[in-house]
């Protein structure tokens, strides 16, 4: 099955008779409670998988301080201090756009006048999607009688910002609704799977790419849109410009070995992009944008993982994964054919910031992920790669593969980019190149 980047039918339930994107999906793709339930399932069923195992000799290293050293074994604060006034989704069932305003407890379908589609655009960045797909008004009256509460009206000034623009009414003038579909990402496939092992299987991780340089797997990427790859600027600033033709991007792959076969001819890259902030001392800022000379075909081994909520900060303790081809071994010297996977929770930038751990190394473009006695962690050859937790039902991209002093050693967790201080600077170079 190939879907093409821009026109992704929608994973939604195929039986919704009222949909009023009904008629434009396509055979083939999974319904979406097939997928959520799937997820679950597996999460609850996957054994917590190392991507690096540490040698026998290592040993936690002695600690100085024991104030710190308590601090560092302190669990995390896991209440949310979440700014977010007014909240948005999409149902699944209708697509209809509903939000949420801060005070009122109940979510509201939003009324079609004044709507347009730079509003829609805005939606969807907000929700992490990186563009509208579709949107229209739907008719009240097709949609029954379920929508009672009130609904929610762009208001008539301008406004400057997007939390301003919704106010409540009783009723809409126009007697329809806003339904909207966004680029559709994060999600996976149904594919057949390996309990218990710590190899990844095909289609798990579907935006994964490994970036050849020079004929060598170099470093990890991530899929965000049909020719947009999202890595690490360490991975490429190095590199002049004329030996572009160097680089080639395998996706739909877990092992490297099958990158080179006639099947996976790889991606020819038209275009390096690293961020201008770019700090190659302090790692601040350590994100590149990679785009394809021709766009990937999208499938169940390929898709593109969606970008974070605006404002909004997962918490410490949040369960997220990373994925790489990168050491298996803090001494290693080789990569492992078969793509690794493993759990690894948020590390709260004040925990990672303290004396014990990274001593205010930590910017605020960055953000750590691991555990305070080591021994899970990415490593060299992961960079660039994703750092993904799921949210809303779908995966999103919350970091970038970016330093760590050593791998896998305790109060040295993985240090990560953070993607959701460069939404707009993504935006802005899709965009614009
Ligand atoms: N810089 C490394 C690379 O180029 C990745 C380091 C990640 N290290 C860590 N301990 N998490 O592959």
Not at 67 to 95: A, G, H, L, Q, W
Not at 276 to 296: E, G, V
Not at 382 to 389: E, T
Request: proline share 5%; charged share 20%; with cysteine.
């Amino acid at each position: 099955m190939s879907l093409d980047g821009d026109t992704l039918s929608v994973i939604e339930n195929p039986v919704a008779v009222s949909h009023p994107f009904h008629s434009e999906k396509t055979a083939g793709v999974a319904g979406a409670k097939g997928v959520q339930g799937w997820l679950k399932g597996f999460q609850s069923t996957t054994q917590v998988k190392l991507l690096l195992r540490p040698s026998s000799s290592q040993s936690p290293v002695g600690l100085g301080d024991t104030k710190e050293t308590s601090f560092c074994n302190v669990t995390e604060d896991i209440s949310v201090s979440d700014s977010r006034k007014v909240f948005y989704r999409i149902s699944p069932e209708n697509s209809l756009l509903e939000i949420q305003l801060g005070k009122l407890p109940t979510w509201l379908p939003v009324c079609y006048e004044r709507w347009n589609s730079s509003l829609g655009t805005l939606v969807c960045r907000q929700l992490g999607y990186l563009r509208l797909t579709k949107h229209k008004g739907v008719n009240l009256t097709d949609i029954g009688p379920n929508y009672t509460d009130g609904f929610i009206q762009i208001t008539s000034e301008q406004k400057s910002s997007l939390e301003n623009m919704w106010q409540f009414r009783r009723s809409c003038i126009t007697g329809k609704v806003i339904a909207l579909q966004c680029f559709e990402c994060g999600t996976r496939a149904k594919l057949p799977r390996i309990i218990g092992g710590v190899e990844a299987t095909l289609g798990r991780w579907p935006w994964q790419v490994s970036l050849y340089y020079s004929n060598r797997h170099t470093c990890g990427g991530s899929i965000i849109t049909s020719q947009w790859v999202v890595t690490a600027a360490h991975c490429v600033h190095n590199y002049r410009l004329p030996q572009i033709s160097s680089w080639v991007v395998y996706a739909g792959i877990v092992t490297r070995s099958s990158a080179k076969t006639a099947q996976h001819a790889g991606y020819a890259v038209e275009k390096i992009i690293y961020n201008k902030n770019y700090n190659h001392r302090t790692h601040d800022s350590d994100i590149a944008l990679m785009k394809l000379r021709t766009p990937f075909n999208f499938s169940d081994t390929i898709r593109p993982i969606c970008l974070p909520q605006h404002d909004y900060d997962l918490p410490g303790g949040t369960q997220c994964w990373i994925s790489g081809w990168g050491y298996t071994q803090p001494d290693g010297v080789h990569s492992p054919d078969t793509l690794k996977e493993a759990p690894v929770p948020i590390i709260s930038t004040k925990k990672c910031n303290s004396s014990c751990m990274y001593n205010g190394e930590i910017t605020a473009r960055m953000l750590c992920a691991g555990y305070t006695e080591g021994k899970v962690d990415a490593c060299q050859g992961d960079s660039g790669g994703p750092l993904v937790c799921q949210d809303d039902n779908v995966w999103r991209l919350v970091g970038v593969v970016s330093w760590g002093t050593g791998c896998a050693e305790p109060n040295h967790p993985g240090v990560y980019t953070k993607v959701a201080k460069f939404l707009g600077w993504i935006y802005e170079m899709i965009e614009n190149y």
